[in-house]
């Protein structure tokens, strides 16, 4: 049931994308075919101009960048390797052969689970621009052309990448993986940009799952190299700004990862508001096709399939099920809210989300164990009453101009300064800040709050946003076009 995820998230793979750049494919196996770059390849091509960070970024992962399916069959390099066990898109990861560090076998990834043997390209540095594009395209092993899955562009900036912009690690990282810089420095820079994404402790956006959550505190401390590229070049997919677009001196960098390392890994929110939303996303599910068992007991909403699986289809957006916004309209169904929910045993609550109160009523073939336990707790200590906010015409209670000041620092990054970069709807009807904002305000309150499903949108209580903050925003957001 399980399906690739977006970008989202940070862990899908390339693999061997520079696998033998310089000095080889060399592994502990005799079949490991050597593809050093010919000495004789010719350089007095025009200059090859295009984009290093972009390059920096395609090394991490290509389809994140490209808006490509992730790979599913291993790339064909892989199998002269045997230590490292990853399969399919890991495979096609240029970090995965050779490491966040550049080093491959040389580095951080001469041990342990990532272990291929390969070597890095950190001897690429300085390297001519063509010679490196040559590689890429297969002129040294046909097996590592990439110029199938990208254009050439692509690769030229990938090239360029590996020219131009490798550091070595050593100059940041301690050998205890600590950071040489200053903490108390990092943290100005942190506040100035980081934290308006990633909140005041790095805990706003889970890189990772439920069970095994994922924040900047543990990247910064497990994988310090990690942490370091993607600062410099940001993330795949995301409009996470480049350390070097932003002129930021490599000690600016080594200082914000010593206050990294500072922060925490406790998560700041349960996520089960998520999962309230669409639990298939956060989970990285396909969606249901079949309606909900219980949807059969009422026939006044007539959506159908995944919409009858959503907690929010059913008890709405405020919490409030047929006593609050979803009282009439196409969206009523009858169904109470869960309001009462704060008032209720764990053991009750998870009676109802497992059929034990209701055969009809079972998530557990869907939900795991940490899923079900999220549900809970956001139901027992983290829904909210935003009808103080909400006027019954569904006008904001707050100030618009502190709102554009909030929307303008994390909001604009990503939805642009109208609102308008992404469209939720379709290019019909499409859906916008602004549209959401002035037709449905509760679900505007439950995002800000929570974030959304399946994307890097970080939960407003964990950047420090109060109902008041959001109210603002929600005030700023209904001046927005809408189309």
Known sequence: MKKHLK????????????????????????????????????TESPELVGDPVRGGLLYDEWWGVLGLDAPTTDQNLWKTQTTNTRTGADTWRCKECHGWDYKGVDGAYGSGSHKTGFVG????????????????????????DFSSVMEAQDLI??????????????????????????????????????GYCHGPEGNAINFASLAEPEFIGHLAKDNPWEFLHKVRFGQPGWPMPSAITNEWTDQ?????????????????????????????????????????????TQTTNTRTGADTWRCKECHGW??????????????????????????????ELTAWLTGKSNPDHDYSAVLDEAALNALVTFMQKETFDSAPYINADKTAIGDPARGQV????????????????????????????GTIALDNPWEFFHKAHFGHPGAPMPAGVALGFSLEDIANLLAYAQTLPTK
């Not at 939303?277 to 059969?296: A, F, I, M, S, Y």
């Open 7 to 42: 970008s989202v998230l940070i862990a899908a793979g390339i693999g061997l994308l520079f696998a033998g750049i310089l000095g080889g494919c060399s592994t502990p196996q005799p079949e490991a075919s050597p593809t050093e770059i010919p000495q004789n390849i010719s």
């Open 157 to 194: 900036d990938l090239a360029l990448f590996m020219s131009q912009d490798l550091v070595d690690a050593t100059n940041f990282v301690n050998p205890d993986n600590t950071s040489q810089g200053d903490p108390a420095q990092g943290k100005g820079k942190y506040d100035e940009v980081c």
């Open 318 to 347: 405020d919490y409030s099920g047929v006593e609050g916004a979803y009282g009439s309209g196409s969206h009523m169904t009858g169904f109470k809210g869960i309001s009462e929910a704060a008032s209720m045993s764990t053991e």
């Open 121 to 144: 390209v950190f001897n690429a540095r300085g390297k001519p621009v063509a010679e490196l594009l040559a590689v890429l395209k297969g002129s040294t092993n046909p097996d590592h």
């Open 406 to 433: 909030k929307f303008e620092k994390t909001c604009a990054a990503c939805h642009g300064p109208e609102g308008m970069k992404r469209n939720f709807g379709s290019a019909e009807e499409p859906e916008f800040v």
């Open 252 to 296: 600016d960098i080594a200082n914000v990862l010593a206050y990294a390392q500072s922060l925490p890994t406790t998560s700041a929110v349960s996520w089960g508001g998520q999962l309230y939303d669409k639990w298939w996303d956060v989970l990285g599910l396909d969606e249901p096709t079949t309606d909900q068992p219980l949807w059969k």
